[in-house]
T-cell receptor, first 109, second 116 residues
């Protein structure tokens, strides 16, 4: 079993939809929880990170962590075609990040 | 400010040949990572450097892979000899003082290796 499991895609939604991306993890020692966005043929770029249970909001993006369930989510409100990319969850312990396999999102105009 | 720079962007080689990738991290970043990303998967850490020291190379296949980070700045990752299964994107990332707190890792665009 992988340490980080991410809901497989792909996801295709119409513009303006709310998108939910999810991951589970197995190691309770994980301390930091991150979401990366990766456009085709580019390196991942950090979208958001948090280290506590609860919600963290940044514009149209909300990261949610539930440490008791070892579950993390990323919500995208009012999705735009420019949000089309692969989203990777990553969980960090002592400087070592473990990534999920990514969910590819397509937002159709 | 320039981001993480990797070269080459693409490389096609025959199996059993050697190949090397180069990474120039963001100025001032003392932590450097090499990741391998297979198609449809997330990046997997190969090696992490704190300055010149490799502090985590547990996932590096040491029979054919080697890495160095001379003077704690640029780094090279080498494969010799390459195998078909090494075809992947090799990503370099850098960050500042990863051991004290979580800090953002910045990724380069990667080197896409195809072994034929």
């Amino acid at each position: 079993q992988k340490e980080v499991e991410q809901d497989p895609g792909p996801l295709s939604v119409p513009e303006g939809a709310i998108v939910s991306l999810n991951c589970t993890y197995s190691n309770s020692a994980f301390q930091y929880f991150m979401w990366y966005r990766q456009y085709s043929r580019k390196g991942p770029e950090l979208l958001m990170y948090t280290y506590s249970s609860g919600n963290k909001e940044d514009g149209r993006f909300t990261a949610q962590v539930d440490k008791s369930s070892k579950y993390i989510s990323l919500f995208i409100r009012d999705s735009q075609p420019s949000d089309s990319a692969t989203y990777l969850c990553a969980i960090d312990n002592a400087g070592k990040s473990t990534f999920g396999d990514g969910t590819t999102l397509t937002v159709k105009p | 400010e320039a981001g993480v720079v990797q070269s080459p962007r693409y490389k096609i080689i025959e199996k059993k040949q050697p190949v090397a990738f180069w990474c120039n991290p963001i100025s001032g970043h003392n932590t450097l990572y090499w990741y391998r990303q297979n198609l449809g998967q997330g990046p997997e850490l190969l090696i992490r450097y704190e300055n010149e020291e490799a502090v985590d190379d547990s996932q590096l296949p040491k029979d054919r892979f080697s890495a160095e980070r001379l003077k704690g700045v640029d780094s090279t990752l080498k494969i010799q000899p390459a195998e078909l299964g090494d075809s992947a994107v090799y990503l370099c990332a850098s960050s500042y003082q990863a051991w004290e707190m979580n800090t953002e890792a910045f990724f380069g665009q990667g080197t896409r290796l195809t072994v034929v």
